[in-house]
């Protein structure tokens, strides 16, 4: 029973990793940018959440109606202003920037909150718990990998049946092709990094939810987030989810064997899919 419940809450703890990834697999995919910053934009979503929650009183959930919208608007005004500037054949320009920003965010973030340890408060959702063939299942937990879900499918929707899917795989496949199609990449490209930011919000929060952040975590969440979209696959979005649950697995058996194997479980997993299926196991076949 104790290796069903760590099964279990891997594949739940999974559903926050493919939250970490979707975001990294959707900018990597549309213009093949590698974010550094990214886990760093996590805990920034993070604290906005701690801000609204303290400022306004909402609820941490309720939070996420100030916190999605405020990062999808920097995330466009950071890619329109910034990181469009950087794109091109080279990837070492976009890498050097995002590092810079990285630095800069976990340093922002330091000199207004201190290093001091901080947690998102969500009452009974907490503690409340679904019993199931007896075993104990967290409703939070279970909310936060329903997201998961819920958004991998918006964006796999998104991505396949809308016009502003379709720019997106158009400059991806294409960008001057699709620049001479009428496109305006630099704001296509801004709009993916808005959506990005969007799905940061929901990890960012969780994240809150879930476990204590300071500034200096993001980078370990870029880690658990490259690790996601590497196992699962470039380019696929539920290969991304898959990804992360099968992380989430490998630490919650490594944790179950030893606590100081969880994280070293996950990192033996995505270097052994490295060496035996480089392209990850749910790669999206070329049409």
Do not use: K
């Not at 419940?5 to 900018?27: K, P």
């Not at 630095?103 to 408060?121: H, K, T, V």
């Not at 370990?220 to 989810?241: D, K, M, N, P």
């Amino acid at each position: 029973m104790e290796w069903a419940n760590a099964i279990i809450q891997g594949i739940l703890l999974g559903g926050l990793y493919g939250l970490f990834a979707a975001g990294l697999s959707l900018i990597f995919g549309v213009m093949r940018l590698v974010n550094i910053a990214h886990g760093d934009l996590i805990v920034l979503a993070a604290y906005l959440a701690l801000v609204a929650t303290q400022t306004l009183g909402l609820d941490p959930l309720a939070s996420l109606l100030i916190v999605v919208p405020a990062m999808a608007l920097i995330g466009y005004a950071l890619q329109r202003l910034l990181l469009n500037r950087t794109l091109g054949d080279d990837l070492l320009p976009p890498l050097l920037v995002t590092f810079g920003l990285s630095i800069i965010i976990q340093n922002g973030l330091l000199e207004i909150f201190s290093a001091d340890s901080r947690r998102l408060q969500a009452g009974a959702l907490e503690t409340a718990a679904l019993p199931l063939a007896g075993l104990s299942i967290g409703l939070l937990p279970l909310l936060q990998f329903g997201v998961a879900v819920a958004a991998i499918a918006g964006l796999q929707l998104l991505s396949w049946r809308t016009p502003l899917g379709r720019a997106f795989r158009a400059t991806a496949d294409d960008p001057e092709v699709a620049r001479l199609m009428g496109l305006d990449n630099r704001h296509v490209f801004a709009l993916a990094m808005a959506l990005s930011l969007a799905i940061v919000a929901l990890a960012g929060v969780f994240l809150a939810l879930r476990t204590n952040f300071d500034p200096a975590i993001g980078p370990a969440r870029l880690i658990f987030g490259f690790e996601a979209v590497i196992i699962g696959g470039l380019g696929s979005l539920w290969g991304t989810l898959a990804g992360g649950i099968l992380l989430g697995v490998a630490q919650s058996i490594g944790a179950q064997i030893d606590p100081g194997w969880q994280i070293l479980a996950g990192h033996l997993l995505f270097l052994a899919v490295l060496a035996i299926r480089p392209q990850g196991l749910f790669p999206r076949l070329a049409a």
